[in-house]
């Protein structure tokens, strides 16, 4: 799911989201069709989480924790975003008409990233979002990823924090928290691997992400761990979990109607916004990204 700077590049993304039983366990692709897994996947889930409550902005985490070693850390303090960490987009989405990276929709203000989402006269009055890359800051294989985040209450503008190739070749893809333009309640995690995009998904259709939660992804050898505010809610296990050099991708993005997600309607706000508190980034004890 992802543009990078200078033009257009290619987007590879999800489509449209199969519930039941309060998990998502498959989704389509943009003009393809559901794939099984090609290999043995293995997945693990606790039961059913308690309500997820409201979260607040909070302290970002500063140094190594038992088996990660910190190795990037931003809060967005100052008034703009650090270029020694981050690679802004630019240009239309690949296999998405109707979506438009503009770097003027991404801001540094009272100590957050925000992302917004707006027609814009300087993209010829059409949908315009924002997306950023760690390509400049961190490229690693293997690591323990988080992001404290929100989203404003609207239909129509989808958001997405993910791993993407280094050397941008799709896929693999690991979703780590995104929505379908629905509306802020549930997030989607899923991996995409294999030459014809297989996938494998889940979800938290109750998180209300109107509010403050950290999502993140503990990415080790064959396993991927799924994160909410310091618990794992989703493990996938197999020869499938990618084994390349990935970057921490942060995005909002608008699709043409009719397409796998929700597009802007008469109920959607003239701005929408998706604020980032803090992002780090770990590396297995020892290792050197």
């Not at 543009?3 to 039983?21: H, N």
């Not at 998502?24 to 692709?29: A, F, N, R, V, Y």
């Not at 988080?146 to 129509?156: M, W």
């Amino acid at each position: 799911m992802l543009s990078r700077t200078g033009q257009p590049k290619l987007l590879g993304w999800l489509a449209c989201a199969l519930m039941t039983s309060g998990l998502t366990i498959g989704l389509c692709g943009c003009g393809t069709t559901t794939q099984r897994a090609q290999r043995p996947i293995v997945s693990s889930a606790p039961e059913r989480p308690e309500a997820i409550g409201p979260g607040k902005r909070e302290p970002m985490p500063v140094g190594n924790i038992p088996g990660w070693r910190q190795v990037f850390a931003d809060d967005f303090q100052g008034r703009s975003l650090d270029t020694s960490k981050w690679r802004l987009y630019w240009g239309t989405p690949g296999g998405d008409p109707a979506g438009w990276f503009d770097p003027h929709h991404v801001t540094v203000s009272d100590g957050m990233l925000v992302i917004s989402a707006y027609r814009d006269q300087r993209d010829h009055g059409g949908w315009a979002t924002g997306g950023l890359s760690s390509s400049v800051g961190l490229v690693q294989t293997y690591g323990k990823y988080l992001v404290r985040f929100r989203v404003d209450q609207s239909v129509g503008v989808t958001f997405a924090a993910l791993l993407w190739p280094a050397d941008n070749s799709w896929p693999p893809e690991i979703d780590f928290s995104e929505g379908n333009g629905s509306g802020p309640v549930g997030t989607f995690a899923t991996v995409h691997y294999g030459r014809h995009d297989s996938r494998w998904s889940a979800g938290l259709p109750d998180l209300n992400l109107t509010q403050w939660h950290t999502l993140g992804v503990q990415w080790t050898k064959g396993k991927l761990e799924y994160t909410i505010d310091g618990r794992i809610w989703q493990t996938m296990n197999g020869d499938f979990v990618p084994t390349v050099p990935m970057v921490l991708d942060l995005q909002t993005q608008t699709w043409p109607c009719g397409s796998w997600a929700r597009c802007p309607d008469a109920s959607t706000p003239r701005v929408v916004r998706m604020y980032v508190d803090w992002a780090v980034a770990y590396a297995p004890d020892g290792k050197t990204p």
